[in-house]
T-cell receptor, first 113, second 113 residues
């Protein structure tokens, strides 16, 4: 299947700082990427749909000013968690769609102290 | 509201047995159906996709789709301890022109030696 990478895989930061997570489709072009968050022992929660060249579509309850998404190219989408707080600590996973199938990146574990 | 329902489990089966995982969905317009495997602390991995009624086999895995009953299942033959994971059912249908996947909460499978 298609390969999606994420960077960094793990990040620890102080409260109030901003963290940028990169999601790349390595062997295909993805006009649409998705960003998910998953808390321990809970299900995936879709945060937003990232469309290349246009504004992201955020799910209800997700603050677009806090979770900034940029999809500037067909292979790269970024999620920036601005002014992170301990409650933002979670597992953030991106995915990219190739044809009808969706492939996930390995995830980024964010810990905010 | 589109829903995808899965029994959270855990489903416990002995090594070598057949594990049967089930999923129902509410949106009759759904067109694509996927099974993902997620190991603890890792991101989901696509294992099967199915688009038309009937069975689709891939190695030890068989996906079954019944659109009339809005039901999709995954059978794992000759279950191995390494199959122990959470299995996520995902259903895709048009939502505002963009095909957004809806995930179930997942079924935890435990294969014991």
């Amino acid at each position: 299947g298609a390969v999606v990478s994420q960077h960094p895989s793990r990040v620890i930061c102080k409260s109030g700082t901003s963290v940028k997570i990169e999601c790349r489709s390595l062997d295909f072009q993805a006009t649409t990427m998705f960003w998910y968050r998953q808390f321990p022992k809970q299900s995936l929660m879709l945060m937003a749909t990232s469309n290349e060249g246009s504004k992201a579509t955020y799910e209800q309850g997700v603050e677009k000013d806090k979770f900034l998404i940029n999809h500037a190219s067909l292979t790269l989408s970024t999620l920036t968690v601005t002014s992170a707080h301990p409650e933002d600590s979670s597992f953030y996973i991106c995915s990219a769609r190739e044809l009808n199938e969706q492939f996930f990146g390995p995830g980024t574990r964010l810990t905010v102290l | 509201q589109k829903e995808v329902e899965q029994n959270s489990g855990p489903l416990s089966v002995p090594e070598g047995a057949i594990a049967s995982l089930n999923c129902t969905y509410s949106d009759r317009g759904s067109q694509s159906f996927f099974w993902y495997r997620q190991y603890s602390g890792k991101s989901p991995e696509l294992i099967m996709s199915i688009y038309s009624n009937g069975d689709k086999e891939d190695g030890r895995f068989t996906a079954q789709l019944n659109k009339a009953s809005q039901y999709v299942s995954l059978l794992i033959r000759d279950s191995q301890p390494s199959d122990s994971a959470t299995y996520l059912c995902a259903v895709v249908g048009p939502r505002g022109g963009s095909y957004i996947p809806t995930f179930g909460r997942g079924t935890s499978l435990i294969v014991h030696p």
